[in-house]
């Protein structure tokens, strides 16, 4: 398992070794050994990524590109693409850490390569539920 992490951005300071732990951790959790591919941008990269890939007018806060999922030793589950940007203004709105929101999207990025989605409500309560585990064992 191979996890890369690219940093595009200069809004938040990212601890690569503490996001490595926590995606090595679920993906473990969930029986997967897959690479995964992990970039922290700008506002203005992931709403650009967010209209040319999604068709979808503006920013977000994260966004996951599932790539091949077929047995073997080399394939990639994924990339998750946070803004780090977004990730900063609502920390700062909720009154927590930073490293927390960023934590927050790497996981929720990370269950929709996994297969959860978060459309229908009972959809998004189970993606939640799943969120607070993966968060909680860090």
């Given at each position: 398992m191979t996890i890369?992490?690219?940093n595009r951005q200069k809004h938040a300071a990212i601890d690569r070794k503490a996001l490595r732990a926590l995606c090595t951790r679920l993906l473990r959790r969930r029986?997967?050994?897959?690479?995964?591919?992990?970039?922290?941008v700008g506002d203005a990269e992931i709403r650009d990524l967010n209209?040319?890939?999604?068709?979808?007018k503006g920013a977000t806060d994260v966004?996951?590109?599932?790539m091949d999922d077929s047995p073997g030793p080399d394939r990639l589950l994924g990339e998750i693409v946070v803004s780090a940007e977004t990730a900063?203004?609502?920390a700062a709105r909720r009154g927590i850490p930073a490293d927390a929101e960023l934590a927050l999207y790497t996981v929720h990025g990370?269950?929709?390569l996994l297969g959860y989605d978060d459309q229908a409500p009972a959809d998004r309560?189970?993606?939640r539920r799943a969120e607070r585990a993966a968060?909680?064992?860090e």
């Open positions: 890369q992490i690219a029986g997967r050994d897959a690479d995964l591919s992990l970039a922290y209209e040319r890939f999604l068709d979808h966004l996951a590109f599932p900063v203004a609502e990370l269950l929709h309560r189970r993606m968060l909680a064992e």
